[in-house]
Every structure is written in structure tokens, then in C-alpha cells.
């Protein structure tokens, strides 16, 4: 009897905890005070049958990242039933020419189109004007006016001066204004408001948001020739890094993909985390060189010598020593991190691999340290088998990584061998670390085209940064190449 209390105590003691933890779990920015950068992909979906993920049963995607079903956000705000922008009826406002611009600049006609006599003695019937605004000092913006002559030759042919290429209307913002705009919310992860209200704010320039999502677009439209060409360089390149994170577009879960090296990067968003994204990409399919990655089954379907991040090793190896204060696995991380220390050792004095006599002592007490910390794995295994009465238990996590390292010793120590080969894959995670950034900032892209533009630009911004150049200049440049040229690998 009073053990049945003590067991009944003992039982509601424990439902009060479950309930804990559970409403612990169940609180999100939706229903509590938590910040929307605490929920993670763990977000509820847009409806009771919807999942961020499709399942990719062809890849080895992983099950969890396909979501399961969630009830619908609760929101507080009530919907109005309106589209979403302005409403009818509402007095909308647009760039106006002013009187008197800072600058006038003449276009003028010096010869007739049809045949080719000579117009500079010939008065004007008229002059068409078109003003370009940019930012000039604090508090100020300044109006360049481009005025061109409209003349009538003897011969009836109406001649206009040509204006500059892409001073296409009566009233725009110039180019400056245009990258200063692209580079705000691009590269400094400003939304489409707050570069707005930069701009009136320090030059009483009035860009609304949508006339800087515009010139997102634009900026997006003149790079594509751009991404070619990044793609075409990394296609080339002896060793490269991949990794993909989580990114949210549309509500739900998409991926972005990185490919890169030294010199370029590539940002790929995909609804996929696997290879059918990786094929999308094109770059994988065709690649012959050196892939660093982290271990992700749909990176070994491709024809590419494989390198995995020992970052990610360390880090699981460590997981094990805290949880289990497994010695082995700390001596592990010390031999790893005392390999890449010769290997840079030697590489500073020109040398090209670690010599022959140490590689092959490192590698036989890797073996040993693997052997000896899978057998007492094994043996923990088979004891809580036994205690529990089961013909089989769960491997453990520290017996499958080690089980990994074993079977994958060439991809993980391959670095000792060829110094080009680097001992991580630290670089794709740096490149790929703006775009957390980004979602930290904004939580989001409310479009899938958003986020494809993200990409383009921040593949350009990316790759013109390692090559040393000036990132406004290039955006400048980006914002002007009406013609698609190519601005990267020209030169």
C-alpha cells in the first residue's frame, strides 16, 4: 500500500513535468514573447497539410527536415480583406521634374541622321529634357538635367540628340542612387522601408520601397551573365567547398546551397536540401576536383574526389567526450589537431604533403585510437542489451561516428597529403554565414524570387569581395551593365 502511494506521488510528480516541458516546447514568437528569431525552421505551417520539406526519398534526405504538421499561426492581427499595396482610391505620389536643377548638361544635334549635313548652325525647334536625381551632401540630393536637342534639317529629317545610355525617362534616380540602394539592402541586410527612410532621412530624397525592390530587380536582371561566369569558374576549380542551410521564402523551409573557393562563390535557393538541388545548381554534375563537404549522403553521389570537414569531427568528437568523458575520443581531437599543425608547419617551408614516415605513424595510431574506442563501444552495447533482456539496442552516437572515421579515413585525413586540400570546410560555412545574418535581420523572404535574387547578388557581391575589388564600385557597375556583359573574369 505504501508503495502504490509512493508510485502514485512519483507519477504525478512526473506528469507535472511532462506538462512543463511540453508547453516549454510549445511556446514560439506566435503565441508568447519568445523574438521570431528563437523559432528556428520550427515554425507552424501555412496550412494543416502543407510540410516546408518534400520528402526526398531518392537522396538520403534527412526525415527531420521534413516538418510535421502544426496547427496554423494565431495570429492577433484581423485580416482587413484587402489586397495587399496601395488601395483604390488612395493619392499615390511619383518623382516630379523640379525648375532648377544643380547641373544642365546640352545634348546637342551636329548633323542630320538621313544626310549626314551639318546641324550646328541650325536653331533648335524644341528641347526635350529628362532629370536624373542622386544624393549630394548631408540634407541635400542633387538633379542632373540632360537637355537635347530636337532640329529640323533642310532636307525634312527631324534629328534628336542621343541621351545617356540609361537616362530612359522624364524623371529617375540615377545610378549612385540605385547601388547605394542595392548595397543597403543586399549587402547590409536593410528592408526595403528602412533604406527608404535612409535616404530621405540623410538627402530628403523620397525612394519609396517599391522603387528599391526595383532596383533589386534590376541589379538581379544584369548579373545573370555574371553568375554564368562564377559558375563556369568553380566548375573549373581543383578544390572547392559545398554546404546548404536552412532558409525561409514563402513561409515555408528552403535551402540555400553554397559552392565555393578562394576566388568565387555561387548561392543557389532550392525548396530541395538534395541532389535533385544539387543537380539544379550545375555545377556538381560535371565536377572533377577536390569536394569539401560535410559528410551529407547526396555529396557522395557525384563523381568528385571527396574531403570531409574535420571541423564537424572535432565538434562530434568532443559531444562524445563531454557526454561520456570518453579519453579516446579527446586523444583523437589531439591527434587531428596535431596533424594540422605539422601540415601547416611544413607548408611553410614549401613543402607540398607531409612527409611519407610521419603520415603513415599518424595514420597507424589513428587506426589504433578508432579500434580501441569501437570495441569498448561495442561492449557498452552488448551490456545494456543484457540488462535490458532485447535481442538488439540503438547503436550510440559516439559507435557510429567512430564507425564512420573508420570507414571514411581517406576523405578525413586526405589533407596530409595534398596541403592545397584544406583541413575544414570553415570557408563555405563563413560564405554561407551572411545569409544567417540575413535571416536573423529579417526573418525571411516573403517570395522565392526574393530569395533567388538574394542569391545572384550576394554570389557577385561574394566573388568580387575575394578578388579584392571595391564592393560599391562593382554594385555601380552591376546597376549600368544594361547589356549583360559580364563583370566578373574579364580582365
Not at 581517406?410 to 584544406?422: K, N, V
Request: aromatic letters at 8%; glycine letters at 6%; charged letters at 25%.
Amino acid at each position: 500500500m505504501k508503495e502504490n502511494t509512493q508510485l502514485r506521488i512519483k507519477v504525478a510528480c512526473l506528469e507535472q513535468r511532462c506538462r512543463e516541458l511540453e508547453e516549454r516546447v510549445g511556446k514560439n514568437s506566435q503565441n508568447s514573447s519568445k523574438p521570431p528569431s528563437s523559432d528556428g525552421y520550427q515554425k507552424p505551417c501555412k496550412s494543416s497539410d502543407s510540410t516546408d520539406h518534400p520528402t526526398d526519398t531518392d537522396d538520403g534526405a534527412d526525415p527531420d527536415a521534413s516538418k510535421s504538421d502544426k496547427p496554423n499561426p494565431k495570429s492577433l492581427r484581423q485580416s482587413s480583406g484587402n489586397k495587399a499595396g496601395g488601395q483604390k482610391g488612395h493619392q499615390g505620389t511619383c518623382l516630379k521634374q523640379i525648375d532648377n536643377p544643380d547641373y544642365i548638361e546640352l545634348l546637342q544635334v551636329e548633323e542630320c541622321h538621313q544626310c549626314q549635313v551639318c546641324l550646328l548652325d541650325i536653331e533648335p525647334v524644341k528641347h526635350i529634357e529628362r532629370q536624373v536625381f542622386e544624393p549630394g551632401k548631408l540634407g541635400e540630393f542633387e538633379v542632373t538635367a540632360y537637355r537635347a536637342e530636337v532640329k529640323i534639317c533642310t532636307c525634312g529629317c527631324k534629328n534628336q540628340a542621343e541621351f545617356p545610355e540609361g537616362v530612359t525617362a522624364a524623371v529617375q534616380y540615377g545610378p549612385a542612387t540605385q547601388a547605394v540602394a542595392v548595397y543597403l539592402n543586399q549587402y547590409d541586410f536593410l528592408p526595403f522601408k528602412r533604406v527608404s527612410e535612409y535616404f530621405y532621412t540623410l538627402y530628403k530624397m523620397s525612394v519609396s520601397a517599391g522603387t528599391v525592390a526595383n532596383f533589386v530587380v534590376r541589379a538581379h536582371e544584369n548579373l545573370a551573365s555574371t553568375e554564368d561566369v562564377i559558375r563556369d569558374a568553380l566548375l573549373e576549380s581543383p578544390v572547392a567547398g559545398a554546404d546548404e542551410t536552412g532558409m525561409r521564402a514563402e513561409g515555408s523551409l528552403y535551402w540555400l546551397h553554397v559552392m565555393r573557393d578562394e576566388q568565387w562563390t555561387l548561392y543557389y535557393l532550392s525548396e530541395k536540401r538534395g541532389r535533385d538541388a544539387m543537380d539544379a545548381m550545375g555545377i556538381l554534375l560535371t565536377f572533377t576536383g577536390v569536394l569539401v563537404h560535410d559528410h551529407w549522403k547526396s555529396y557522395f553521389s557525384y563523381a568528385a574526389v571527396h574531403v570531409l570537414c574535420n571541423a564537424h569531427h572535432l565538434r562530434e568528437l568532443l559531444g562524445v567526450v563531454d557526454r561520456d568523458d570518453n579519453q579516446l575520443a579527446l586523444r583523437l581531437m589531439k591527434l587531428l589537431r596535431l596533424s594540422w599543425h605539422y601540415c601547416k608547419g611544413f607548408k611553410t617551408i614549401g613543402m607540398q604533403q607531409m612527409p611519407r614516415i610521419i603520415r603513415e605513424r599518424i595514420e597507424k595510431v589513428y587506426d589504433l585510437l578508432l579500434q580501441r574506442a569501437l570495441t569498448k563501444e561495442v561492449a557498452y552495447m552488448e551490456k545494456q542489451r543484457q540488462e535490458l533482456g532485447r535481442k538488439k539496442v540503438k547503436n550510440t552516437k559516439a559507435y557510429n561516428l567512430f564507425k564512420r572515421l573508420i570507414e571514411f579515413k581517406a576523405e578525413t585525413l586526405r589533407f596530409m597529403s595534398d596541403f592545397t586540400i584544406p583541413f575544414d570546410n570553415n570557408g563555405s560555412e563563413r560564405d554561407i554565414r551572411m545569409a544567417k545574418l540575413k535571416q536573423k535581420i529579417s526573418g525571411c523572404f516573403r517570395s522565392a524570387d526574393g530569395g533567388s535574387m538574394f542569391a545572384r547578388i550576394r554570389s557577385y557581391l561574394s566573388s568580387a569581395k575575394k578578388q579584392g575589388k571595391d564592393i560599391y564600385q562593382s554594385l555601380l557597375r552591376a546597376v549600368q551593365n544594361y547589356s549583360n556583359m559580364p563583370l566578373l573574369g574579364a580582365e
